[in-house]
């Protein structure tokens, strides 16, 4: 198995399946179709194992044992795919009506503090939204200082 599909599969087992793995615990990924974008190899009935939450082989189902003792999931009929990167996102830039202030300004109807305010207060559900959508990294290509925190909530 190559370091190259590990790290792939790597972010799209661990972040979907966060919740089940333990700091210390084994997981196997069983009968799953696990696709590497990067060669274009389709690994079809697939078995993965984690160990302490990072992923030790991927291999077909025909050579793959899960760890004794690991916790399984049954992935049958399913595809594991790595997390995807969203290259160019503006968490300031919401989508909403007053997040432009330099291209309409409409300050004096809502401030545009209050709506990084409140896009602040409302990070972990716009994080939650990304990961359920199998985006597991962001690039935000411009934004006020205030991103530097949000990376850090992002990392915690």
Do not use: W
């Amino acid at each position: 198995m190559n370091n190259r599909l590990k790290t792939t599969l790597a972010v799209s087992a661990t972040m979907a399946l966060l919740p089940a793995i333990s700091a210390a615990g084994n997981l196997s990924v069983v009968g799953g179709t696990a696709i590497d974008p990067g060669s274009g190899r389709v690994i079809p009935n697939a078995t993965i194992t984690l160990e302490g939450g990072r992923i030790v082989t991927v291999v077909d189902g025909a050579s793959g044992e899960p760890h004794p003792g690991a916790e399984i999931i049954d992935a049958r009929g399913k595809f594991i795919l790595p997390g995807f990167i969203d290259a160019h996102v503006h968490f300031f830039q919401s989508g909403g009506l007053f997040t432009r202030p330099d291209a309409v300004d409409l300050t004096s109807v809502r401030p545009y503090t209050d709506e990084v305010a409140f896009i602040q207060k409302n990070l972990q559900d716009t994080f939650a939204r990304y990961i359920r959508c199998g985006i597991t990294s962001v690039v935000d290509v411009g934004g006020p200082m205030t991103n530097f925190g949000l990376r850090d909530a992002a990392d915690a």
